[in-house]
C-alpha cells in the first residue's frame, strides 16, 4: 500500500516555463512534506518543505502547496531551467514518526 | 560544514555473504537514517539511530541491522545477502524530527 503517490513517472517543461510536479497521499496523520532533488550518481538533495499548519511555502525560484483536504501537495518551479532536470521525490512524516515515507519519484526533463 | 559521507561507493557480493556499509553524519546532527532505493522506487525506511540507540525501524528482516557510534557516524549491516538486496543503500542525517540530508549512496550488488 503506498501512502505517497506520484503519479506523473516524467514531466517535460520548456526552459522558463512553469514546472508544477504533483503528490498525494493517503495516510490522514502526516503533518510534515519535504520535496527532494535527485541526480543521477547523488543522495537526493533537499529543496523545500511544508508543515501542515501551512498551505504555501516559498523559496526563491520553488513554491509548495498543501491542500489537505485533498491530501495534495504540489511543487511549482518557476521559472524552470535545464539544469532543474533531475528526479523530484516528494516525502511525507506524521509528528511522532522517525521515518520519511518517499513517493516514487518524477522524471522532470527542462528542455533549452 | 561537511556534508554527509558513504562509504565504500560500490561493493559486489555474491549471495549469503555479510557486508558493512558507513556512513559519517553532518556536522550538528544526532540523527542518522538508512534508507534503501531499488531501481525506480522512491527510498525506503530501514531504520533511524538516534544517540546511538536505535530510533525506528522499517519493513525489514533483523538481518539488517546498524550501529550509531558516540561521533554519530553509523553503520548498516547486511548478514546472508540475498539477490533482492541489490541496491542503492542512502544514509541521511539531520537533528531529530527535522530534514534530512542524504549522503551519495552505496551502491550494492549482490550476485
Known amino acids: 500500500d503506498q501512502q505517497v503517490k506520484q503519479n506523473s513517472p516524467s514531466l517535460s517543461v520548456q526552459e522558463g516555463r512553469i514546472s508544477i510536479l504533483n503528490c498525494d497521499y493517503t495516510n490522514s496523520m502526516f503533518d510534515y512534506f519535504l520535496w527532494y532533488k535527485k541526480y543521477p550518481a547523488e543522495g537526493p538533495t533537499f529543496l523545500i518543505s511544508i508543515s501542515s499548519i501551512k498551505d504555501k511555502n516559498e523559496d526563491g525560484r520553488f513554491t509548495v502547496f498543501l491542500n489537505k483536504s485533498a491530501k495534495h501537495l504540489s511543487l511549482h518551479i518557476v521559472p524552470s531551467q535545464p539544469g532543474d532536470s533531475a528526479v523530484y521525490f516528494c516525502?511525507?512524516?506524521?509528528?511522532?514518526?522517525?521515518?520519511?515515507?518517499f513517493g516514487p519519484g518524477t522524471r522532470l526533463s527542462v528542455l533549452p | 560544514e561537511t556534508g554527509v559521507t558513504q562509504s565504500p561507493t560500490h561493493l559486489i557480493k555474491t549471495r549469503g555473504q555479510q557486508v558493512t556499509l558507513r556512513c559519517s553524519s553532518q556536522s550538528g546532527h544526532n540523527t542518522v537514517s538508512w534508507y534503501q532505493q531499488a531501481l525506480g522506487q522512491g527510498p525506503q525506511f530501514i531504520f533511524q539511530y538516534y544517540r546511538e540507540e536505535e530510533n525506528g525501524r522499517g519493513n525489514f528482516p533483523p538481518r539488517f541491522s546498524g550501529l550509531q557510534f558516540p561521533n554519530y557516524s553509523s553503520e548498516l549491516n547486511v548478514n546472508a545477502l540475498e539477490l533482492d538486496d541489490s541496491a542503492l543503500y542512502l544514509c541521511?542525517?539531520?537533528?531529530?524530527?527535522?530534514?534530512?540530508?542524504f549522503g551519495p549512496g552505496t551502491r550494492l550488488t549482490v550476485l
Open positions: 541521511a542525517s539531520s537533528a531529530l524530527g527535522t530534514a534530512q540530508y
Open positions: 516525502a511525507a512524516k506524521v509528528n511522532y514518526g522517525q521515518n520519511f515515507v
